[in-house]
């Protein structure tokens, strides 16, 4: 692994890219042998950053969560990030763009837990009986490197391209929702962008949440209970413009309505 100095001084570089809102090269172009432990390791210094001048994590989310993803960067298991309440904004509201550089959305089912989840081998029904409630969610990313272009450990590094996310429609108990078959519209100005189904996300949204507590088992942690957790895009990321309308349709669950100004 990187040594303390240089994990800071890789935090130091995206820390910059994300407070100022400009791009930057891969991480792995400087660090070639760069590993994804040391990429977590730039989230750990990130967030404890972000905590020190007053912000607090409000959840975690799963990234490269579909097939089509996973296959397209050569990766088997999905990337996780860091939600802080600066990132969050109101359902209906607007979207300041001066602090985005090239932002797409994702919609996405958020799960919150009433239970305690840890260790490995858990189970779909596992995850179910410790969900208060899911609810949708769509999530901003905005990768900071420059033209879009980059690695699993670069992203990892940029905490899994997270800018900002909005919740809305209505909490449902997940025991009464087929959670693989959950439709989704993504509309953009009023005009359909996407199309997509929840089994999109590794067959079921649940095993996001699985392959999240084995991470964290990994690292000698557990998903407390209360936590609120992003299981990643069940269509593909649709980019945004200003003065961009966007609303997410979700079958039996409604929908999440914003701007960008």
Same mark, same amino acid.
């Given at each position: ?69 996973? +296959? ?28 985005? +550089? ?5 919609? #996405? ?82 005009? +359909? ?20 507590? #084995? ?30 309308? +966007? ?15």
């Amino acid at each position: 692994m990187l040594d303390v100095r240089t994990i800071a001084a890789i935090t130091d570089r995206i820390q910059h890219a994300q407070d100022h809102v400009h791009t930057l090269t891969k991480v792995t172009d400087e660090h070639p042998s760069m590993s994804i432990e040391d990429a977590y390791a730039v989230q750990d210094e990130l967030r404890r950053r972000w905590i020190a001048r007053g912000d607090r994590v409000t959840g975690l989310k799963a990234g490269l969560t579909s097939k089509a993803k996973m +296959i397209q960067m050569g990766v088997n298991v999905p990337s996780f990030g860091i939600q802080m309440a600066s990132m969050s904004r109101p359902e209906n509201s607007a979207i300041e763009m001066d602090g985005l +550089i090239h932002p797409r959305v994702e919609a #996405e089912i958020a799960f919150v837990l009433k239970d305690e989840l840890q260790g490995k081998g858990l189970s779909i029904e596992q995850v179910m009986a410790a969900t208060d409630y899911v609810v949708p969610a769509v999530e901003v990313i905005d990768s900071r490197y420059e033209k879009f272009k980059f690695d699993l450990v670069s992203v990892i590094a940029d905490n899994s391209s997270s800018a900002r996310y909005v919740t809305g429609g209505r909490p449902r108990d997940p025991r009464e929702l087929d959670l693989r078959t959950i439709g989704v519209v993504i509309e953009k100005n009023g005009e +359909i962008q996407a199309l997509g189904a929840s089994a999109a996300v590794l067959n079921h949204p649940a095993n996001a949440i699985i392959m999240l507590v #084995e991470h964290l088992a990994a690292r000698g942690e557990s998903l407390p209970a209360g936590s609120f957790v992003m299981t990643g895009g069940i269509t593909e990321a649709i980019p945004v413009a200003r003065g961009d309308n +966007i609303t997410a349709r979700f079958q039996d669950m409604g929908s999440v309505s914003f701007r960008f100004a």
